[in-house]
């Protein structure tokens, strides 16, 4: 949690060119959300770092044309937890406001999201001939195309298509989240095709995930999750469930730590001399 609060500071800075000053954790009825335990102890720990925190729907936020504000002050760094990506939504009017005048630094913001988040973004990184012709370099587009599946838009030239192979792909929304709104090639219905008709899709070819044992001999589905920065890496969590998703609520599962090693230089042999 350190590396994390600093991470977002650092952040807040490079927003506002400046220490924010009071900040708020801003998500819909934060009681009422899974995680609203974990908005208090990151309430704590930037309270700990000399920032006052509140945590706020986004409706208890207002915009006065100068500062972005709530019933205690001025707010000058938002740590977002809203769903709403785009700010679009009618609640999220003075946050919208505050980041487009940039009297207020939020994480994340659009501009993040659509650069890091949106699932069409897939259909660039998996593939190995458009990342060299955008210049990247071999090793790092090999790398890249050899660990995202290949995806591609859901359009109307291609839905016959993808329909007839269904049972290769995952579909999922270009801006879903929490796995929402995807399905499985070889569960989907035509009732639910024609459903998403309408909607923004990626088919991305589908890879099974690994599985683990746990203690007890229950299987398990495991993905590991790296959280870094333009600073590095901060940690790796694995991801343990059963069924499509992640619930937090399969018996042994959650989340578990990964433990990572340091690799010892060429030769040592942990001999003193």
């Not at 990151?42 to 706020?56: D, T």
């Not at 002050?73 to 487009?100: E, H, W």
């Not at 007890?216 to 069924?243: H, N």
Request: proline residues 6%; hydrophobic residues 40%.
């Amino acid at each position: 949690m350190e590396a994390g609060t600093q991470a977002w500071l650092d952040e807040a800075r490079a927003q506002i060119g400046r220490a924010p000053a009071r900040m708020a954790i801003v998500d819909d009825d934060p009681p009422a959300q899974f995680l609203y335990p974990e908005f208090r102890l990151y309430r704590r720990a930037f309270e700990q770092r000399g920032v006052p925190c509140a945590i706020r729907a986004p409706t208890a936020l207002s915009w006065d044309g100068h500062a972005l504000r709530d019933t205690d002050g001025v707010v000058d760094f938002v740590y977002n937890r809203l769903t709403d990506f785009a700010l679009d939504n009618p609640a999220s009017a003075a946050l919208a406001a505050a980041y487009r005048q940039g009297a207020v630094a939020l994480s994340p913001h659009p501009r993040a999201h659509a650069l890091l988040a949106d699932k069409r973004n897939l259909t660039v990184l998996g593939d190995r001939d458009t990342l060299l012709s955008l210049g990247l370099g071999a090793g790092d587009a090999t790398v890249l195309a050899g660990g995202i599946p290949p995806t591609v838009t859901v359009t109307a030239d291609n839905r016959e298509q993808l329909w007839a192979d269904r049972a290769s792909y995952f579909f999922k929304p270009a801006n879903g989240f929490g796995s929402r709104g995807s399905y499985r090639g070889d569960k989907l219905t035509r009732r639910v095709w024609d459903a998403i008709a309408g909607a923004d899709y990626v088919a991305q070819v589908f890879e099974p995930p690994a599985v683990r044992i746990s203690a007890s001999g229950v299987p398990l589905k495991t993905d590991v999750r790296c959280y870094a920065t333009e600073r590095g890496v901060i940690l790796f969590a694995a991801r343990l469930y059963q069924g499509q998703t992640t619930n937090m609520r399969t018996p042994q599962g959650g989340f578990a730590a990964v433990l990572t090693t340091r690799a010892e230089p060429a030769g040592a042999d942990g001999d003193q001399d």
